[in-house]
């Protein structure tokens, strides 16, 4: 089961940092992304996202592909690539992969002009190593599916701050 973290960060420089140190802990094997988006709020409000992947291109290489493929049955490669291509664009932008846009868009508007959330979707995490990694980068933590205890050890290490050990109950 995957678990969503949604952290603001003071600017978008910030945010795509901690994406690209989250992707190199995966490089590491320390965690498992299913998606990693930095959702920006200009000064006139409006929201931009910065996804991980094109769906856009992504669709149009595939299209150009299969079309291809196609157009030389027929003996039209040139206008099969060209009709493969644009079907596979107009798919890849009507395609949401990982968490949906507008939830990020609606969860982004709470943040203010000029910052930045980092909206994560986490599959399988090595917790001690990646918030170990995390320490100190700063950010406020603004939704997540994690229990307290978790979401705490998260704040605090974005904190630069020992997590309490919570004491065992007798």
Same mark, same amino acid.
């Given at each position: 089961?995957?678990?969503?973290?949604? *952290?603001?960060?003071?600017?978008?420089?910030?945010?795509?940092?901690?994406?690209?140190?989250? $992707?190199?802990?995966?490089?590491?094997?320390?965690?498992?992304?299913?998606?990693?988006?930095?959702?920006?709020?200009?000064?006139? %409000?409006? *929201?931009?996202?910065?996804?991980?992947?094109?769906?856009?291109?992504?669709?149009?290489?595939? %299209?150009?592909?299969?079309?291809?493929? *196609?157009? $030389? *049955?027929?003996?039209?490669?040139?206008?099969?690539?060209?009709?493969?291509?644009?079907? %596979?664009?107009? %798919?890849?932008?009507?395609?949401?992969?990982?968490?949906?846009?507008?939830?990020?868009?609606?969860?982004?508007?709470?943040?203010?002009?000029?910052?930045?959330?980092?909206?994560?979707?986490?599959?399988?995490?090595?917790?001690?190593?990646?918030?170990?990694?995390?320490?100190?980068?700063?950010?406020?933590? $603004?939704?997540?599916?994690?229990?307290?205890?978790?979401?705490?050890?998260?704040?605090?290490?974005?904190?630069?701050?020992?997590?309490?050990?919570?004491?065992?109950?007798?």
């Amino acid at each position: 089961m995957s678990d969503l973290v949604v *952290i603001a960060f003071p600017t978008e420089a910030k945010a795509e940092e901690v994406r690209q140190k989250l $992707l190199a802990m995966q490089k590491e094997y320390l965690l498992e992304l299913g998606d990693a988006v930095v959702a920006v709020k200009d000064d006139k %409000g409006n *929201i931009k996202l910065n996804q991980m992947m094109n769906t856009t291109a992504a669709g149009a290489v595939g %299209g150009a592909f299969w079309g291809t493929l *196609i157009g $030389l *049955i027929f003996l039209m490669p040139l206008a099969g690539a060209a009709l493969g291509a644009a079907s %596979g664009a107009v %798919g890849g932008a009507l395609t949401d992969v990982g968490i949906n846009d507008k939830f990020m868009k609606d969860t982004a508007a709470a943040i203010q002009p000029g910052t930045a959330a980092l909206f994560v979707l986490v599959r399988r995490v090595t917790a001690d190593k990646v918030l170990e990694g995390l320490k100190g980068e700063g950010g406020t933590v $603004l939704k997540t599916s994690l229990d307290h205890t978790k979401e705490a050890a998260l704040q605090a290490a974005l904190a630069g701050v020992q997590a309490a050990a919570r004491a065992p109950s007798p």
